[in-house]
T-cell receptor
Framework: DTEVTQTPKHLVMGMTNKKSLKCEQH?????MYWYKQKAKKPPELMFV???????INESVPSRFSPECPNSSLLNLHLHALQPEDSALYLC???????????FGPGTRLTVT | QKEVEQDPGPLSVPEGAIVSLNCTYS??????FMWYRQYSRKGPELLMY????GNKEDGRFTAQVDKSSKYISLFIRDSQPSDSATYLC?????????????????FGQGTILTVHP
């Protein structure tokens, strides 16, 4: 089963709101990733968790706060976002030894 | 110069055609090569994965890697309208010690493919 699930599918939030995106995988993968994708662009890496520890932060603004509660779950907490943060947020996972990353369907975020 | 170059297209072909998609890269450290298919407003789907050089075939799809030329290709035989999507190449270096560069992908810009009936 090569499935990564993400909730919610769509999210509309105001600039003063706090919301969270959730990601789950049950493939036993030990690395999980958050990406941001704008229209007609490739995904841009935001964060990497390896064995539940943050190993890469691609200089993402602090209004995005990742959390990895356990090896199957990954959250992205959002606070005080800007309209330019509107995008498709993708979660991915990969196994140790690396054989490609598996992406979820994404959360389409609109900041008003 | 970008690390990975991919012709954005768009590419339009008739049903049944053979499609050739290509990427070039400049980083000799890349060892893992992937092709993703992304339908509109969906997440990327891993189509093909290749480690180092060589060919790999899966049904109508063939991936080729030529590390000496720093060139990778994806061929789609007997293309179908359902193949209409954006195709992204992606590459990665081996993870660093301690997992600090665990499978970080570098993507091409993506090629938009339309297969018309």
């Amino acid at each position: 089963d090569t499935e990564v699930t993400q909730t919610p599918k769509h999210l509309v939030m105001g600039m003063t709101n706090k919301k969270s995106l959730k990601c789950e995988q049950h493939m036993g993968h030990r690395a999980m990733y958050w990406y941001k994708q704008k229209a007609k662009k490739p995904p841009e890496l935001m964060f990497v968790y390896s064995y539940e520890k943050l190993s890469i932060n691609e200089s993402v603004p602090s209004r995005f706060s990742p959390e990895c509660p356990n090896s199957s779950l990954l959250n992205l907490h959002l606070h005080a976002l800007q309209p330019e943060d509107s995008a498709l947020y993708l979660c991915a996972s990969s196994q140790e030894g690396f054989s490609g990353q598996y992406f979820g369907p994404g959360t389409r975020l609109t900041v008003t | 110069q970008k690390e990975v170059e991919q012709d954005p297209g768009p590419l339009s072909v008739p049903e049944g055609a053979i499609v050739s998609l290509n990427c070039t890269y400049s980083n000799s450290a890349f060892q893992y090569f992937m092709w993703y298919r992304q339908y509109s407003r969906k997440g990327p789907e891993l189509l093909m994965y290749t480690y180092s050089s060589g060919n790999k075939e899966d049904g109508r799809f063939t991936a080729q890697v030529d590390k000496s030329s720093k060139y990778i290709s994806l061929f789609i035989r007997d293309s179908q309208p359902s193949d209409s999507a954006t195709y992204l190449c992606a590459m990665a270096s081996p993870p660093g010690a301690g997992g600090t560069s665990y499978g970080k992908l570098t993507f091409g810009q993506g090629t938009i493919l339309t297969v018309h009936p």
